[in-house]
């Protein structure tokens, strides 16, 4: 049952009359003016580079929102197909296109080369869905961002009634092809049923090279029969549902299952687009279409692999992982670590250990309090190794052999999706934001391997120039402390010389005539603010000492450990461990029960000064605190500096979101600001992916000048009384590699 549709007509495009046809009735229904352009694909994968459409469903809405829905088949007529994709983007020229998560749309309608316009204008009802809504993840009441998710939860129960077909016939194929293999491996040994096999691939160690020889043979021999849409799917032993490409499904089924993909974009549409609107929410759904041809050049754009370092790490950290099972099975026997039952279970029996939960926060928790008692204990050595494994084997899985699966396909470069959408502030996310800074350690702390190193510079390319935000988020808190009223000295001199004097001095200082002229720093004034780091200024209250920007880290630890001396090794270490955790804590909102979470080593009493040692180095920081639990109270949205309006956040959450979703719609705009430079300049330099504050960039030979007008475009904030500064990095080699430059 739709909720905003009032009927639907389908039809299957067979020739080039149909297409005319379907034309001519757009034409006609929208009367000349034009609507909305709805479409999907369905393909043969998800690799946003080497994978294909087959299907190309697409449609419009009349204006009593009847929905005329038509499919074409690539397999059936391929000109037919490129055809239709073309005539989608010239209809759509003055009205826009639409999809669910269009990006990868797009990415599939330029690999069978028609080519979407940057001009035009895409919606994306993921978008939609979160600009509608409070800001509040799923787990806390929010909205699902998928499409039949959404659906079925606020549109019909009916939502997934297609997608129940298609995993039903996935489901029943996968069977026949592991039915296969069950009696194969039955005839070399009774022993090897599917179970024993799936028990055999948990274990991220084994492999197929890993098999005893007879069963490997035999194993291999019903591989080599399966197709090879299949097979390079194939992340286990058998063949999973989600294995099998749609494009291998009954046509029929898969094309009714499209069409009503579309279906349920309009709705998601119909009923998000509104409540945007009656939110006055459209400046932010404005920002975030606008960037959408620049994201869709990031990820095409993709990353380099060095394969040989790859595959050595992939070796190495399988025999580390080894060597640690052995460690952990010598203390309490043959385990998963992924057992969370087992775990909890051994705790208790082994070390009389009662633990809330044995997921990664609680098991921190208790390990922390352990050590500080006894680091030999021997349940410190359990949960060390418990946890050690457990991130390894994820990096094992999730990357590396991800990268192995890649490089054995033939491919050098990997690619990723960027979800402009992925966290309710508005922080763009993918899954190269978690590649550690400085690499990753054994338990004992030597280098073991570095994630980083895998990404290189391209075939062709000068190297990569990475330009990195400097402490984005808290220059934000300065502005807001000036913003709520009440500047806060510390901060605010961390980033401009806040309440400084610019001292100019006219005529000859040895005749005696000279005259000194004291200018105030004038946060309000764009030159002054340009200058900020170019001028010599001197504090207000000592004009001879020149300012100097604040240590933010060391402010709070100085107020929370008075009697130590600030130049000292034990400061410094202090400073790290302490004062900069600290501050960004208590900037996403942290309280004293987190705080002391945080540092289980030290007594409540030093607790409550390291808690306090914040408000009292930042008071301004309190005042912005008590302005966002006070906003929260009197009215039901508040807006970040772009605009963009959070509903329905505590003011513990707000504290956070406005920050952070101040800093990336400031990223968000800037990356399409250097993307609309690059593409105006005709470069071949490119942008490669947006990691946290950072932007990297293959620099081509030649145009090594336009970075310096990437770094003036990202600097640039206008409105802003604090100055924003992007850091320049470069390597000519590999990520890991990359060092502090002035200037390329």
């Not at 790490?313 to 057992?339: C, F, H, M, W």
């Not at 504050?693 to 640039?716: C, L, N, R, T």
Request: charged share 25%; glycine share 6%; aromatic share 12%.
């Amino acid at each position: 049952m739709m909720r905003n549709i009032k009927s639907i007509e389908t039809k299957q495009l067979h020739t080039m009359q149909d297409l005319l046809d379907a034309i001519k009735l757009y034409k006609k229904v929208t009367k000349g003016k034009g609507t909305l352009i709805f479409f999907d694909t369905e393909t043969t994968g998800l690799n946003i580079k080497y994978d294909f459409p087959f299907l190309l469903p697409w449609g419009f809405l009349d204006s009593n929102n009847k929905a005329f829905i038509f499919c074409v088949d690539r397999d059936e007529n391929k000109y037919l197909f490129e055809q239709t994709a073309a005539t989608l983007i010239s209809l759509a020229k003055d009205v826009g296109l639409c999809g669910h998560n269009i990006k990868y749309d797009l990415h599939m309608l330029n690999n069978i080369n028609v080519l979407t316009p940057d001009e035009l204008h895409y919606v994306d009802t993921m978008v939609l869905i979160r600009l509608a809504h409070d800001a509040l993840t799923p787990a806390n009441g929010g909205p699902p961002l998928g499409l039949k998710e959404y659906a079925s939860k606020y549109i019909s129960r009916d939502a997934k009634d297609h997608e129940h077909i298609i995993k039903a016939e996935r489901t029943a194929m996968s069977k026949a092809y592991n039915k296969e293999l069950k009696d194969i491996l039955y005839k070399i040994d009774r022993k090897w049923t599917l179970s024993y096999l799936d028990d055999y691939f948990k274990d991220v160690l084994h492999s197929v090279d890993t098999l005893e020889d007879n069963v490997r043979d035999a194993y291999l021999e019903w591989y080599t029969t399966l197709p090879i849409e299949i097979a390079k799917n194939m992340t286990t032993g058998r063949v999973e549902s989600n294995d099998i490409p749609y494009s291998l499904l009954n046509r029929e089924q898969v094309t009714e299952y499209a069409m009503y993909d579309i279906v349920w974009t309009m709705e998601v549409y119909l009923q998000c687009l509104p409540t945007i609107k009656a939110r006055g929410n459209e400046e932010a759904l404005k920002r975030e279409e606008c960037m959408i041809p620049a994201l869709v050049r990031m990820e095409a754009c993709g990353f380099q692999i060095d394969a040989d370092y790859v595959r050595e790490v992939t070796k190495t950290l399988a025999d580390y992982l080894r060597q640690q099972r052995e460690a952990l099975y010598n203390l309490v026997g043959p385990i998963s670590v992924a057992a969370h039952a087992t775990i909890k279970e051994l705790l208790i029996s082994k070390y009389n250990l009662i633990v809330p939960g044995t997921g990664k926060e609680d098991l921190d928790r208790v390990y922390d309090e352990l050590k500080h008692k006894d680091p030999e204990a021997e349940v410190v050595k359990f949960i060390g190794l418990v946890q050690e494994l457990r991130t390894l084997e994820k990096w094992y899985t999730t990357y590396l052999l991800r990268f192995i699966r890649e490089i054995d396909l033939g491919h050098n470069r990997i690619y990723t999706q960027i979800n402009q959408v992925g966290t309710v502030s508005g922080r763009v996310t993918s899954d190269f934001q978690q590649f550690p800074k400085y690499g990753v350690n054994k338990a004992d702390g030597t280098p073991l391997f570095h994630p980083r190193k895998m990404i290189v510079k391209s075939d062709g390319y000068k190297g990569i120039a990475y330009l990195d935000y400097s402490q984005v988020e808290l220059r934000l808190q300065a502005l807001y402390t000036i913003l709520v009223g009440e500047p806060d000295l510390n901060l605010c001199r961390a980033y401009m010389p806040y309440e400084c004097y610019c001292i100019e001095c006219d005529g000859d200082i040895g005749c005696g005539l000279a005259q000194y002229h004291f200018e105030p720093f004038d946060y309000k004034n764009p030159e002054h603010i340009k200058h900020a780091y170019d001028w010599k200024w001197y504090l207000k209250e000592d004009t001879k000492q020149e300012w100097v920007p604040t240590d933010v880290h060391a402010a709070t630890t100085s107020v929370a450990f008075p009697d130590i001396d600030v130049n000292s090794d034990e400061f410094k270490k202090l400073r790290g461990k302490v004062g900069k955790r600290v501050n960004f804590a208590k900037n996403y909102g942290a309280q004293f029960s987190r705080i002391k979470v945080m540092f289980p080593d030290y007594d409540d009493e030093t607790i409550h000064r390291i808690d306090d040692a914040y408000y009292k180095a930042f008071p301004g920081v309190k005042k912005y605190h008590e302005y966002c639990y006070e906003m929260v109270k009197l009215q039901p949205y508040v807006s970040n500096l772009f605009g963009v309006k959070y509903y329905g956040l505590s003011g513990h959450k707000l504290i956070n979101c406005l920050v952070q979703g101040s800093g990336a719609y400031l990223l968000k705009e800037r990356i399409k600001e250097v993307d609309e430079y690059i593409q105006s300049h005709n470069l071949k330099s490119r942008m490669q992916m947006q990691i946290h504050d950072e932007i990297s960039y293959e620099i081509y030979p030649g145009e090594e000048k336009h970075v310096a007008e990437f770094q003036k475009i990202m600097q640039k904030f206008e409105g802003s009384y604090v100055p924003i500064v992007a850091d320049l990095e470069f390597t000519t080699t590999n990520w890991a590699d990359k060092v502090e430059v002035d200037k390329l």
